[in-house]
């Protein structure tokens, strides 16, 4: 004799006796899958924009103007930390200024290029 659904022994794990829990299980999973497929996009976009903004920017020059008894390497040691070497920031700061020496004056502009 075949017995219906609703009457058979409630044991655990039998599936059949309440219908409504797989699909309600299915939907939960279901939706778990979008929320996170929908986090993973936002964040892919919001590391594309970021990378995007900062790959092309490079900053701006600053304005140096020299003082009575600033060099070219006093200017470069200020803006070098203690074990890096000077010599290339400059370099760096006479050809941003095309300087054909190392003479620089009071009063005079200089651009320190970012690198500096």
């Known amino acids: 004799m075949a017995c219906a659904w609703w009457r058979r ?3 655990v794990g039998n599936g059949i006796v309440v219908p409504y829990i797989s699909p309600v299980r299915r939907d939960r999973a279901k939706y778990r899958r979008r929320r996170l497929g929908a986090l993973f996009v936002a964040a892919a976009l919001a590391v594309a924009m970021y990378v995007g903004g900062v790959a092309g920017a490079e900053s701006q020059p600053v304005h140096y103007t020299v003082a009575p008894g ?4 006093g200017i470069a040691i200020e803006r070098t930390a203690v074990w890096e070497d000077p010599r ?3 370099e760096a700061i006479r050809e941003a ?8 004056y009071p009063g005079m502009s200089l651009k320190l290029p970012s690198t500096v």
């Open 9 to 11: 022994e409630n044991t």
């Open 70 to 73: 600033d060099t070219l390497w």
């Open 88 to 90: 290339p920031k400059v």
């Open 97 to 104: 200024n095309d300087l054909s020496g190392y003479e620089i």
